[in-house]
């Protein structure tokens, strides 16, 4: 059973708030389950990488979770860190969600997903498949004309002649990002570093809200609950904004309230009626 006290819950998971908005990820997929009254439900998360980002916090809060990957070194991965931090509530498979029986969770989280997929509908529809009548997903994915992916459309397009004036003026010292780009360019397939050891699976959708609006409402799902995640992130944003806590804040609240398009990703809760 999860948590109802008032409690620290960055420090209990580990996650302080970053311009990913990975910690506002975790509070609002918590904040659904209780809305919808669903804290004592196992949770099925589609593509969990090695875990890290959703699955483990989402233990570590008190709530049970089956985490799943196609990506055996990212389960491999999560399963050691199983067995170091003792987290007897989450289990982690190599499978595809195509071998969860039908109709057995009320609750899935697909994050990260669906832009990596060439038929992200396919998805969709095992989602719709695996869910009870009443369960709810939490989807999210970047906006696909959002800071994320122009800051990336930027860097691969201008990458070599950037890196020289980037060392030159030493601006890969004072920006972690920076410097990953620069040193390690594998980082480059990565969405967020640490999240998955897949660096063969790229972003191929460029989702605008309406597209993915109607891909889930074609999948026989109801929309019932849409905010951004952040304003801005990426190669561009995240090393202004990572400077000062107070811009961290301000960047992961702003996005609450400003119109989906001008946000760099979405927090979005479906539901199968």
């Known amino acids: ?6 409690y620290n819950l960055s ?23 209780k809305k919808n009254a669903l804290t004592d439900k196992r949770i099925l998360e589609v593509g969990c990488g090695c875990g890290d980002h959703i699955s483990i916090p989402l233990v570590q809060h008190g709530l049970s979770v089956l985490g799943i990957d196609v990506d055996k070194e990212s389960i491999d991965y999560v399963n050691k860190i199983k067995l170091i931090k003792d ?6 498979l190599n499978i595809d969600i195509n071998k969860i029986e039908s109709n057995s969770f009320k609750v ?3 994050s990260e997903v669906l832009e990596h997929l060439k038929e992200p509908q396919i998805m ?8 009870k009548t009443g369960g709810i997903c939490i989807v999210t994915v970047p906006n696909g004309y959002g800071s ?25 010292k004072y920006f972690s990002c920076v410097s990953n780009k620069i040193n390690r360019p594998q980082m480059e397939k990565t969405i967020i570093p640490g999240g998955s050891l897949n660096k063969s699976c790229p972003h191929i959708q460029k989702f605008l809200y309406k597209r993915l609006k109607e891909l889930i409402s074609n999948e026989g799902f109801e929309i019932i609950d849409a905010i951004g995640r952040t304003f ?29 398009f001008m946000c760099s990703g979405w927090l979005i809760t479906i539901k199968k009626n």
């Open 11 to 33: 420090a209990l998971i580990g996650i302080n708030e970053d311009s990913w908005g990975n910690l506002k990820r975790i509070k609002y997929i918590i904040s659904q389950l």
């Open 148 to 172: 994320f992916e122009i800051g990336e459309f930027i860097f691969s397009k201008y990458k070599e002649s950037m890196k020289p004036w980037l060392k030159s003026n030493n601006i890969h």
């Open 87 to 92: 987290i007897p509530n989450g289990e982690f």
């Open 108 to 110: 899935v989280v697909c």
């Open 1 to 6: 059973m999860a948590r109802d006290k008032n």
């Open 232 to 260: 801005l992130s990426g190669f561009i944003s995240t090393p202004l904004i990572e400077r000062s806590r107070g811009l961290i804040k301000l960047n992961a609240n702003l996005a609450s309230y400003m119109p989906l």
């Open 124 to 131: 969709l529809k095992e989602i719709y498949r695996v869910l």
